[in-house]
């Protein structure tokens, strides 16, 4: 492995892992080293607030609303248990 991908210092891997990452390169065409390396790049930051911070985009996979009444998320309905009361008292009337 490349001693830049792994700087300051050399990692100890799973050859197991490692090995799969070598498949996995080896069918792209490239080399495990470049296969990391965009690994890595994909996570590097690519705003920065005023102060010189990393601006992080972070996904949601859901967006619920928001009662009105309580201001609580209101999940969907079919994820109710019908068999326990734990959030009833949340419920909008």
Known sequence: MSSVVFDPEPMNVDEDALRSL??????????????LAGMIDALKP????????????????????????????????????????VYDRYADE
């Open 46 to 85: 690519r705003e920065h607030d005023d102060d010189g911070y990393p601006i992080v985009h972070v996904d949601t996979a859901y967006r619920f609303p928001r009662s009105g009444k309580t201001g609580h998320v209101i999940l969907p309905a079919d994820w109710d248990d019908p068999e326990d009361a």
């Open 22 to 35: 070598e498949d996995y390169a080896k069918a792209k065409g490239v080399t495990a080293e470049i296969v």
